[in-house]
Structures are given as C-alpha cells and as structure tokens.
Nanobody, 123 residues
Framework: QVQLVESGGGLVQAGGSLRLSCAAS????????MGWYRQSPGKSRELVAR???????NYVDTVKGRFTISREDAKPTVYLQMDSLRPENTAIYSC?????????????????WGQGTQVTVSS
C-alpha cells in the first residue's frame, strides 16, 4: 500500500524559508508526477507546484521565483523549497503523487495524498 509522509511545515516570519518533504513508500511501479497543493480557510485548493517524471516543473504564478520543487527518484521523494515567504502563503500544504502500484490483478494508476502539513507565515 502506497503512503505519502510529509514533513517540514511550521511557523516562520515573513521573508523566511521552509522546506517541505514528501516521501512515498510502498510498492510503486511507475511514478508520473508529484507535487504540492495548498488550501487556506475560505479559499479553494490550488496546485502550488508539480514535477513530472521527466523533470518538467509547473508553478502557480504567485510563487514563481520564490518556490522550487525538486525530486529524488530513489524513494521517490519530492521537496518544496519555499523562500521569501509571505503571510498569504499560510495554508495547509498537501503532497500528492500520480503513480501506479501493483494490485491483485495487475496495476492501477491513482493519485495518492499525504496528510497535509501546516505552513504559517507571520507578518
């Protein structure tokens, strides 16, 4: 069974940095993409950053130039380096992974989700 374990959230002052990590464990056949969503109270969930198996990255416009997503294929693990943080970046950040895993009858491609980690940026 695939599990995603996140770490790295916390409280930081505006202008500071945090690094989020998300490690996938379990039986994985193929990894297609991993990334981070966030949601704050009263707002819709939005995709913050995504990296695919070829290394291509996508970012929401508001974080371009400040956040960097990277991956380590061995586990696989995805990281989100967040610099120059702003109070409006406060949210619960959730990791997701688009991958295929074995089943009793073959394999299945699904999106898997982490439990979410709180990021709070104080002004």
């Amino acid at each position: 069974q695939v599990q995603l374990v996140e770490s790295g959230g916390g409280l930081v002052q505006a202008g500071g940095s945090l690094r989020l990590s998300c490690a996938a464990s379990g039986s994985i056949i193929n990894f297609y993409a991993m990334g981070w969503y966030r949601q704050s109270p009263g707002k819709s969930r939005e995709l913050v950053a995504r990296i695919d198996s070829s290394g291509r990255t996508n970012y929401v416009d508001t974080v371009k130039g400040r956040f960097t997503i990277s991956r380590e294929d061995a586990k696989p693990t995805v990281y989100l380096q967040m610099d120059s943080l702003r109070p409006e970046n406060t949210a619960i950040y959730s990791c997701y992974a688009d991958l295929s895993a074995p089943t009793n009858w073959g394999s299945r491609r699904l999106d898997y989700w982490g439990q979410g980690t709180q990021v709070t940026v104080s002004s």
